[in-house]
């Protein structure tokens, strides 16, 4: 008998991946956690059902969440990380010699624990001594921090949920608050194919550009999201994406990476027309 994993996208849009194993099932006080052994993308976590990282596919969203900015500020050194409890966002920043400190706010402890006994190569860093993990709600986490962080990731879940405080006015400006001068944040952003995504995306985008001067939206392939073409969501104090990009210092760091590289860098922030649109007048 075959087995499949089936998420429900929209009402209308469904993946379905072929199963070996379910290898982990159990609910935490947030979310139902599963891990799957699936036939085509390798390992599959998913939270409330819903796809959050597979062994196939994670590289494409833990290099696009983490070196656009690492590459726009070289001097980036201390790091927040909100969600990101597969430890895929950690492993990719620390790979960089001038991080000195990185704070991890997972408001789910299982998920860590699920993601060291059945992600390896994606939890590898968990145990890092320049990380410091907390297993905390980042809303609350995040309320009163001044001028302490270089980079702030938000590796977050979808709006809803624990995720849903993540993506509000007050948390965005929170985060202001929390960046120093040269500070940048950075957002998974849903994605503009399916109207109910597409929504978010644009109401997150809205509030950002109220509360940072440099507002812009890039994008990615992920094959296993939700239509597989996802956005990311850049803030900045001083900095613009593209015209700031210190291609030959990142270069010269030698990182290997399998789905980022300077030149798509600039691609990443070229967006089709009927997205440009959205974000520029604030709708679906
Ligand atoms: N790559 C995934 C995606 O794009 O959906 C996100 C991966 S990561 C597993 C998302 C994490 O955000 C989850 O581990 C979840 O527990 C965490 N999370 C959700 N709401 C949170 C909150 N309020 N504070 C801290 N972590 C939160």
Redesign the pocket.
């Known amino acids: 008998m075959e087995l499949w994993y089936t998420e429900e996208q929209t009402d209308n849009v469904r993946l379905s991946l072929k199963v070996k194993q379910h290898l982990f099932s159990d609910h935490?006080d947030?979310?139902q956690v599963d891990v799957f052994e699936t036939a085509e993308y390798g390992r599959l976590?998913t939270?409330d059902g819903?796809?959050?990282?597979t062994e196939k596919d994670?590289f494409v969203?833990?290099d696009m969440?983490t070196h656009v900015a690492m590459a726009v500020n070289p001097e980036i050194k201390n790091v927040l990380i909100?969600?990101?409890?597969?430890g895929?966002?950690a492993r990719e920043v620390l790979r960089y010699p001038q991080i000195q400190h990185v704070d991890m706010?997972?408001?789910?402890k299982m998920?860590?624990d699920v993601?060291k006994e059945f992600f390896p190569t994606i939890s590898n860093e968990l145990e890092n001594p320049k990380l410091a993990l907390y297993y905390?709600?980042?809303?609350?986490?995040m309320k009163g921090k001044n001028s302490v962080y270089d980079l702030i990731i938000i590796?977050?879940?979808?709006p809803v949920?624990?995720?849903?405080?993540?993506f509000t006015t007050e948390f965005y400006t929170d985060c202001f608050n929390a960046l120093t001068e040269n500070g940048i944040l950075i957002n998974?952003n849903e994605s503009p194919v399916y109207e109910q995504f597409a929504k978010e995306a644009v109401r997150a985008n809205s509030k950002l550009k109220k509360i940072f001067p440099e507002v812009h939206v890039y994008q990615a392939q992920?094959p296993t999201?939700p239509s597989g073409y996802?956005l990311f969501g850049f803030a900045s104090k001083k900095f613009h994406p593209t015209k700031d990009v210190k291609a030959d210092v990142w270069n010269k760091l030698g990182l290997k990476t399998k789905y980022y590289n300077t030149e798509l860098h600039l691609g990443a922030f070229a967006l089709p027309n009927y997205v440009k649109e959205f974000f520029n007048n604030g709708n679906v």
Do not use: R
């Not at 909100?82 to 597969?86: N, Q, T, V």
């Open positions: 935490s947030f979310q976590m939270l819903l796809v959050m990282v994670e969203y833990h969440i909100i969600g990101g409890g597969d895929g966002t706010v997972e408001i789910d998920v860590c993601a905390e709600d980042g809303v609350a986490y590796d977050s879940t979808d949920g624990p995720g849903e405080g993540l998974q992920i999201y996802w």
